[in-house]
């Protein structure tokens, strides 16, 4: 090897050190935690005795449940046939008894208590027994049958190790129990660590993966729910050259071949819009945005949305599609549509609450928005905390109020429509109201859920919302709408009366899941910088 660093401690030449130290001497060093360097030493001990401590595969008959599950329907049918199992998963559980040990094996949704007793074992496969840890991986063969204690239990004949742990997992506090048994209490409960670490905090809190299980019922309830209403799934680019559809700042990069700037979408809208003037009447798409703001407990720079458009719709369509799709799907997922979501009580059954935005902000703010000038909103704005008011636009201003003092005590579903049409660069102007734009959230539990238009079709209108738009931008807006002359092309081609929504996907599953933060429900959220164990 040439090129490669050198170990600090026996001077061996790698390609990359840890700490300055090769693989060996990491491993053994005395400021390792003991039980680092114990299962080091165990992993050579495999290795000199000719055991794979990394073995390529085990083919299984049954996952642990699907074993329990089948002996209970075997059992009923005919009760004194012997049942064989090849089952596999992480040691939960050791407890050695010298001529015998008892284990629990756990995989990703079952448990199942293994025994061995070491003169059924092959001579290598007893040796194995005793260079295993908690946490290992391992496969064994053998006849299920039932404890004394009722416990139904694998009588291991072949014994596999699959992966050997060079660290212990965060499993809590170890004891020994006065029988021998290795068991462990607690779990990984630091946030911080469980979110950076987020392999180690699916494998020891089984509640974790349930919710991640749950999150993918609710995305597949989304899909089949559009699927039999005859939407169009499609994929539109998460490299744009232009960004837009939303109020946020991107993410730029810049390819070189090319010699462009690009930017992360910020939004599905404009293009699946554009599919749609190509007569792809029903489109929706499940994907990941990108906008490059705050972290906080309801917002991740990457989180995943869904939006869908129909032609030959409007808002009152997407008001009740939004409310069927929503129940439906959560109802099957959830088995409820009563949930529990940061310390509130949650009810979903329709048909939900519908307010005019401008009522619910004259409620709840003291502002007549349509009426007051800037200075009575910018005085408000400061009075709800606002300390940024003298910069903010009108409706900046006005998102400003209804964020801090309406949105908050929306806890039941409300349908909020009817928005201002300033701030509303892509939607349709209200019927009879122009200063109005035909436009509604769902607001649950105090967070926005939904965003959905009567779609603005008009380009000639579009062109003077652009315009505006880029005012704002050249103002100093970094949020505002870019001029988008490809997407006024389309326009021009002809966009049917559309309804358009989009949903935080996300945001769904932490009401689902009763989560109050969204890096809960996203398996890897975007976190600060920070010191790895």
């Not at 401690?9 to 390609?15: F, I, L, P, R």
């Not at 060996?24 to 299962?39: F, G, L, M, N, T």
């Not at 080091?40 to 599950?69: C, I, M």
């Not at 949020?479 to 769904?508: C, S």
């Amino acid at each position: 090897m040439t090129g490669g660093e050198l170990c600090a401690s026996c001077g061996a030449e790698v390609g990359r050190t840890r700490d300055g130290l090769c693989p060996e001497c990491w491993y053994s060093a005395p400021e390792r935690p003991k039980p680092v360097r114990d299962r080091f030493e165990k992993l050579r001990a495999l290795e000199a005795a000719g055991y794979e401590p990394f073995a390529y595969g085990f083919e299984v008959t049954d996952s642990l449940r699907g074993a329990r599950e089948r002996h209970q329907a075997q059992s009923t049918g005919a009760p004194d046939e012997e049942m064989r199992v090849r089952v596999a998963g992480r040691i939960l559980s050791l407890r050695d008894l010298g001529g015998s040990a008892f284990a629990h094996l756990g995989d990703r949704d079952g448990r199942l208590q293994v025994y061995f007793k070491r003169n059924v074992l092959s001579e290598r496969d007893a040796a194995l027994l005793d260079l295993l840890d908690l946490g290992d991986w391992i496969g064994v063969s053998g006849a299920l049958f039932t404890t004394r204690t009722g416990e139904l239990t694998v009588r291991v004949e072949e014994l596999v190790l699959l992966a050997k742990t060079l660290r212990p997992l965060p499993l809590g506090k170890e004891e020994v129990t006065g029988d021998g048994e290795r068991v462990v209490h607690g779990g990984f409960s630091d946030r911080e660590s469980r979110y950076r670490q987020r392999y180690a905090d699916l494998a020891v809190n089984p509640e974790v993966r349930r919710m991640f299980a749950l999150r993918t019922r609710i995305v597949s309830g989304l899909r089949a729910f559009l699927d039999a209403r005859g939407f169009l799934e499609v994929e539109t680019p998460i490299l744009q050259p232009l960004y837009g559809g939303a109020a946020a700042r991107p993410f730029t990069t810049h390819h070189h071949a090319l010699d462009t700037r690009l930017y992360l979408r910020i939004a599905d809208e404009l293009y699946l819009k554009r599919l749609l003037v190509g007569n792809l009447e029903r489109v929706y798409e499940i994907g990941k945005d990108f906008r490059n703001e705050s972290i906080d407990r309801t917002h991740n720079p990457e989180f995943t949305m869904l939006e869908l458009y129909q032609a030959l719709a409007d808002y009152r369509t997407m008001m009740e599609l939004t409310e069927e799709m929503v129940t439906t799907v959560l109802g099957e997922a959830c088995g409820t549509l009563r949930l529990s979501w940061e310390g509130r009580e949650v009810d979903l059954t329709p048909p939900w609450r519908r307010v005019p935005y401008r009522e619910l902000v004259l409620e709840e703010a003291g502002v007549d928005i349509a009426s007051a000038s800037d200075g009575e909103l910018r005085r408000a704005a400061r009075e709800a905390g606002r300390e940024d008011a003298a910069s903010l636009s009108r409706p900046a201003l006005v998102d400003a109020l209804f964020s801090a003092k309406v949105e908050p005590g929306l806890v039941a579903p409300t349908i909020v429509y009817d928005y201002p049409i300033e701030m509303s660069p892509f939607a349709k102007p209200k019927r009879g109201d122009p200063t109005l734009a035909e436009r509604f959230e769902v607001v649950v539990g105090g967070h926005e859920l939904v965003n959905a238009f009567s779609e603005l079709n008009d380009p000639v209108d579009q062109w003077r919302r652009f315009a505006e738009q880029a005012a704002r931008r050249e103002a100093g807006d970094e949020e505002a709408q870019g001029f988008d002359e490809d997407y006024l092309r389309a326009l021009e081609y002809g966009l049917p009366p559309t309804g358009g929504l989009g949903m935080g996907v996300d945001r769904l599953v932490m009401l689902a899941a009763g989560q109050d933060a969204i890096r809960e429900v996203i398996l890897y959220p975007i976190l600060r910088p920070g010191e790895e164990a």
